[in-house]
T-cell receptor, first 111, second 113 residues
Framework: GQNIDQPTEMTATEGAIVQINCTYQ??????LFWYQQHAGEAPTFLSY????GLEEKGRFSSFLSRSKGYSYLLLKELQMKDSASYLC????????????FGTGTRLTVIP | DSGVTQTPKHLITATGQRVTLRCSPR?????VYWYQQSLDQGLQFLIQ???????AKGNILERFSAQQFPDLHSELNLSSLELGDSALYFC????????????FGAGSRLTVL
């Protein structure tokens, strides 16, 4: 089974940096994913971590610590269009490739 | 356009009815996944198919069933609908190499009245 925890809501200012945390418990970890979802739209892939450390992709970075069951998504130089929900998801061992999602963090960027 | 096609985009029906949601995966993807997202809820995994075979099952109700056809498109059948089945239903597809990232379709919004 799996238990994934993220803050429900966050607010940050345009141009600033925000860190969205995710903690998870899973019986067999095989990767952590971050997705962005605007209201009523499809989730879109942002990043993937399977080994410990930081993955950087432009304004977005994601960090993983497997021993702590912890990840964060870092968004730099925030823009108004970054207002969305950010979903943390884990994939378990076992051959199937399905993801288990947290309830998401709704980020509001204010001017 | 993600390459994953879902129809219909919107569907309104009554309690007790049955509906079928359709999904065509991205070209070359063999796996199809179905997820349910109720208002202000997270994405709940329903079921996964790989090349026509059921691969994994999540919290899918007995009133719901799915299949993947030889041309790899998939259908999710929802029967004896209840008010609580109103939700966005997403289909995703993936390949099986590298990170095997799930790519989502735009979703089918089901409203049960």
């Amino acid at each position: 089974g799996q238990n994934i925890d993220q803050p429900t809501e966050m607010t940050a200012t345009e141009g600033a940096i925000v860190q969205i945390n995710c903690t998870y418990q899973t019986s067999g970890f095989n990767g952590l994913f971050w997705y962005q979802q605007h209201a009523g739209e499809a989730p879109t892939f942002l990043s993937y971590n399977v080994l410990d450390g930081l993955e950087e992709k432009g304004r977005f970075s994601s960090f993983l610590s497997r021993s702590k069951g912890y990840s964060y998504l870092l968004l730099k130089e925030l823009q108004m269009k970054d207002s969305a929900s950010y979903l943390c998801a884990v994939r378990e061992n076992g051959g199937a490739n399905n993801l288990f999602f947290g309830t998401g963090t709704r980020l509001t960027v204010i001017p | 356009d993600s390459g994953v096609t879902q129809t219909p985009k919107h569907l309104i029906t009554a309690t007790g009815q049955r509906v079928t949601l359709r999904c065509s995966p991205r070209s070359g993807d063999l796996s199809v996944y179905w997820y349910q997202q109720s208002l202000d809820q997270g994405l709940q995994f329903l079921i996964q198919y790989y090349n026509g075979e059921e691969r994994a099952k999540g919290n899918i109700l007995e009133r719901f069933s799915a299949q993947q056809f030889p041309d790899l498109h998939s259908e999710l059948n929802l029967s004896s609908l209840e008010l609580g089945d109103s939700a966005l239903y997403f289909c995703a597809s993936s390949g099986h190499s590298g990170a095997n990232v799930l790519t989502f379709g735009a979703g089918s919004r089901l409203t049960v009245l």
